[in-house]
């Protein structure tokens, strides 16, 4: 159980090091992160199935990991946890989608998380790169903005715009953690 107010902390324990983009919800399950609960429930129901169907189709196509999924759609369903992985992934084009250098920053530290975990380290250029992005991201007012407007936009009241304050406060931590965490184990490796 957590305390009010730090409903963030589940939520971001599960975004960690090299997990921080590879167990994003939307990265599995291929939604956008605009994607109505509508299109969602249906997406589940359909990756649900196929996942029942997978051992008996004759196809060479791999399945998709059904735990992974299934995982994926419940944290879609929690509207905390939903924003929290709208913010760390790309998001559509288009005028309430786009904050300058966002995409390049989700890209450019998700290679250089990726490279340290492939061969234990990546270039610096790779590093400086996603962490300036994201630093000038998150220095912005757009990105915040655009966190509040989704929070209006999905309508829950067990999210507000406190929890997006606190996102403020956490989530530069957060990014730069990733790194840290992926290059120790890397070096444990």
Do not use: C
């Not at 730090?6 to 291929?30: H, K, M, Q, S, W």
């Not at 169907?53 to 369903?77: C, D």
């Amino acid at each position: 159980m957590t305390t009010p107010g730090d409903e963030l902390t589940p939520v971001l324990n599960r975004l960690r090091g090299p997990d921080l983009y590879r167990n994003n919800a939307f990265r599995i399950t291929g939604l956008p992160t605009d994607a109505s609960a509508a299109r969602i429930r249906r997406a589940r129901e359909e990756a649900l199935l196929l996942t029942r169907l997978a051992p008996a189709r004759s196809t060479t196509a791999a399945p998709p990991e059904g735990e992974a999924v299934r995982t994926a759609y419940e944290v879609l369903r929690d509207p905390v946890a939903r924003l929290v992985h709208e913010l760390l992934w790309t998001w559509p084009d288009g005028p309430e989608g786009t904050v300058t250098g966002h995409a390049d920053a989700v890209e450019q530290h998700r290679a250089a998380l990726e490279a340290t975990e492939g061969s234990g380290t990546a270039p610096d250029d790779v590093w400086a790169g996603g962490l300036r992005s994201w630093a000038t991201v998150l220095a912005g007012h757009a990105f915040w903005d655009h966190a509040k407007r989704r929070v209006a936009d999905l309508g829950d009241p067990r999210l507000t715009t406190g929890t997006v304050r606190r996102l403020r406060d956490r989530l530069p931590r957060h990014i730069v953690a990733a790194g840290a965490e992926a290059g120790l184990r890397a070096a444990r490796a």
